[in-house]
């Protein structure tokens, strides 16, 4: 039998989740680089949330992360502690419990940006204790949480970006022991934006180009496949945008 307060209750949660949407959806950003490989990662919450829980300092010396890069491997765990205090402060969130951001450990994490964070003073639920059926039960709900579900998303894009540009510099020391500064500084181009199109919603259109491209081998190539991904780009935005402002003027008409 179909429970119609269960129903509304998920399509005013969507409603309500729509409209933090709409503020990243008004601009159509298109970026055009070359990498080295596309990886076939897909985003699973259990896995992203673990991946990032684990970051402290403990984990970059495990995990061999350039010195250069740690403190941007810190501030994407620290993010994820802030994106959980929001939640738990949200009056319209299902995780909210504004008694558990009162603790000392809690305060510093949330104004204190030289706080480092572990463990021990973390006040997301931990994922790794399997024998504890309560840790495993708050991290379910907090993956059930549609605005923590998307900052998670991207903070494991961000950490996926950080993991392979540490493997890059990791081999260029490795190869140039007595001179990897200069070689870092231009290996590190290899996710250079060639081309970036910006289309906002005042119908203001942004194009940049990278001094680089006006001297690729392949530049017509370059530039062709761009100018292909902004005319797809665009008419996929402007079908969600309309999707996403239709849905809301229904809900406003109820």
């Not at 970059?60 to 802030?82: A, C, F, K, P, V």
């Not at 009162?102 to 021990?120: A, K, V």
């Not at 969600?240 to 239709?246: N, Q, V």
């Amino acid at each position: 039998m179909l429970n119609i307060a269960r129903l509304e209750g998920q399509v005013n949660s969507f409603v309500e989740s729509l409209g933090d949407t709409l503020l990243e959806i008004t601009a159509l950003e298109v970026n055009t680089m070359i990498v080295d490989r596309i990886t076939a990662d897909k985003f699973i919450p259990w896995d992203a949330y673990r991946a990032l829980y684990g970051i402290d300092r403990a984990y970059l010396e495990q995990n061999s992360i350039h010195e250069s890069l740690r403190d941007r491997y810190l501030e994407l765990r620290r993010h994820l502690e802030l994106n959980y205090a929001l939640a738990l402060a949200n009056p319209d969130s299902a995780l909210y419990d504004p008694a558990r951001l009162g603790s000392p450990d809690s305060n510093r994490i949330l104004t204190d940006t030289d706080f480092e964070i572990n463990e021990h003073n973390t006040q997301l639920p931990n994922p790794f204790k399997r024998t504890s059926g309560d840790d495993l039960l708050d991290v379910q709900r907090l993956l059930c949480d549609l605005r923590f579900l998307r900052s998670l998303r991207k903070l494991k894009e961000l950490k996926a970006a950080l993991d392979n540009r540490n493997a890059m510099l990791l081999k260029v020391d490795a190869a140039y022991p007595g001179n990897a500064a200069a070689v870092i500084a231009k290996a590190v181009k290899t996710d250079t934006i060639y081309a970036q199109t910006i289309v906002q919603l005042d119908g203001e259109i942004i194009n940049r180009y990278s001094e680089m491209v006006i001297d690729h081998p392949h530049q017509d190539l370059l530039l062709k496949i761009h100018h292909e991904n902004v005319a797809a780009s665009e008419r996929q935005w402007r079908g969600l945008l309309g999707f996403a402002i239709d849905i809301a003027r229904k809900a406003l008409r109820k």
